[in-house]
């Protein structure tokens, strides 16, 4: 299947050809579905915690950190911003010179003077045009403020990443990016003896703009906060890349007859986690920020989200302390089984037909593994990914985040359970890196290679099958201790389209 030259190609990008020979085979047999138990609910794998629960978590949370303990923010970042213009873009690129009303296009030149980089536009506008926006509009030139929004002579808003757009803007006239808001929330929450630790997956085009804002902004920041940032950055590695497919499932080519790769999707990413030399994480997409004014919310329920992980660790430890010691009795080993199916949601027919030794085995690797606590969100019900109790290879079910592409929508009672699921999944997590005796988990080792997905894509002109690789919080966490919990809406508010830019909880 692959000549010497492919060969070379695999191993620039540290891809082994059994690895390569495995990713093409995929195209052929597909992924399988998951075997659901239950679309999870409040009380039924999701954990709704009442104020007295919430102010032991939170208090649980400051002792962690008022004993120094280690804590990091990990944001991917790596995503450029072209989405979020797209109709922006099929209107400087079509045939109209004025935006249709009602249109996001037309809404968005109404909120003119509510836009976050609206100064930034007005020096753009200026530039190219000779005028401000309000002008040009007032002259009916709305094609030449969309281009000063999005071209490349403009502010090129629509080639960066989401990092550096300006999402916000404060009454005393000065601006933040996502990133600036995700140091402010890191200081909030993830202050560890006045120090805040961050780490952003980038793209190696945009790796320098990072460097660069940051360099520019942590000094002001760390004097607003009192704390000192320290920041990494890290890329996709190339090995997680996977290869693109003809229709026919053969390696697809360019037209010099290379192999061509496609990025894994964000479950490469899982790579860049393991790599942290922390044991405590809190993962949170870059787009979903707020500014200072709107930030209680979020950081009362990152708080809770941190100590309801602690305290699960706390009993954990204690549980694998007595199990390897052999310190266990009926009683003890019957207790984890009840924290195993009322805490963590995750059951097994052997819980109740193996001996105590068995059961001890058992359950000493059940509990020793990453472990993550997950914010979920009320949805309106409509069908769609998101929290589910699913079955898992060794016979068990445990609570997983699904994408919709993971279930068979064929099957009328999976149809129900995605039908009558209540709340979606916002990339709002904490997770517990570490094994009690201090060593990093493997995280590799606790991905579940079936939960991918083939996508349909294109390339100069050509149809293509793309892989992608087990979700970061889906499949590549599949064999992870889950705990689901309620949070606010008021805690999601992330930024799809530049016209989100306008809603109350992007408005300081």
């Known amino acids: ?295 209680a919310d979020t950081i009362r329920y990152k708080e809770v989200l941190a100590g309801t992980l602690m305290l699960a660790h706390d009993r954990i430890a204690a549980w694998l302390e007595m199990l390897r010691e052999g310190r266990y009795s009926a009683e003890t080993l019957a207790e984890i089984v009840g924290f195993m199916r009322g805490t963590l949601c995750t059951d097994s027919p052997l819980f109740d037909s193996l001996s105590e030794s068995e059961l001890a085995e058992l359950l000493t690797a059940k509990l020793d593994r990453p472990l993550r606590v997950c914010g979920m969100v009320r949805n309106d019900g409509e069908p769609g990914g998101g929290p589910f109790l699913a079955h898992n290879p060794d016979g068990s079910w445990s609570p997983q985040i699904l994408e919709s592409t993971q279930i068979d929508t064929a099957n009328p009672e999976y149809m129900d359970m995605m039908k009558s699921a209540t709340h979606f999944n916002p990339v709002d997590l904490v997770v517990y890196l570490r094994a009690t005796d201090g060593r990093r988990y493997d995280l590799g080792r606790h991905v579940d290679p079936d939960t991918g997905f083939i996508s349909s894509k294109s390339l100069g002109g050509k149809d293509l099958k793309a892989l992608e690789l087990p979700g970061l919080w889906n499949g590549a966490m599949s064999d992870w201790n889950t705990i689901f919990v309620e949070v606010p809406s008021s805690t999601f508010n992330p930024v799809k389209t530049v016209g989100d830019l306008l809603r109350p909880a992007h408005q300081a």
């Not at 450029?80 to 109209?96: I, P, Q, T, Y």
């Not at 994480?281 to 500014?291: A, E, L, Q, T």
Request: with cysteine; proline share 5%.
């Open 1 to 295: 299947m692959f000549t010497s030259d492919d060969l070379t190609q695999l191993r620039s990008h540290g891809i082994s050809p059994d690895a390569a020979e495995a990713q093409m085979r995929r195209f052929v047999s597909g992924f399988p579905y998951l075997k659901l138990a239950g679309s999870a609910t409040v009380g039924h794998g999701i954990f709704r915690p009442d104020a007295a629960e919430q102010d032991e978590a939170v208090a649980r949370w400051h002792r962690y950190l008022a004993d120094k303990g280690d804590v990091a923010k990990f944001v991917p970042a790596s995503g450029a911003a072209s989405r979020m213009f797209k109709a922006l873009f099929a209107f400087v690129n079509g045939d109209e010179d004025t935006a249709a009303p009602g249109s996001p296009v037309a809404t968005l030149l109404a909120g003119l003077d509510r836009l976050p980089f609206r100064k930034e536009l007005d020096e753009a506008c200026t530039r190219l045009y000779d005028a401000p926006a309000r002008a040009l509009l007032e002259a009916g030139r709305q094609k030449d403020v969309i281009s000063a929004i999005v071209g490349a002579e403009g502010m090129n808003y629509g080639a960066l990443p989401k990092a550096m757009l300006t999402f916000h803007r404060y009454a005393d006239g000065s601006t933040r990016t996502p990133l600036e808001e995700h140091l402010a929330e890191g200081a909030q929450t993830a202050a560890t003896d006045g120090r805040v630790k961050l780490h952003f997956t980038v793209s190696a085009d945009h790796r320098r703009l990072f460097e660069e804002k940051i360099a520019a902004t942590v000094p002001a920041m760390e004097q607003r906060f009192g704390v000192k940032y320290d920041i990494s950055l890290s890329e996709q590695k190339p090995s997680t890349d996977t290869l693109a497919a003809n229709l026919d499932n053969t390696p697809f080519r360019d037209a010099e007859g290379r192999l061509v790769f496609r990025p894994g999707g964000h479950g490469a990413l899982i790579a860049n986690l393991g790599d942290m030399d922390s044991t405590v994480v809190f993962i949170k997409n870059i787009d979903n920020v707020v500014p200072d004014s709107l930030r």
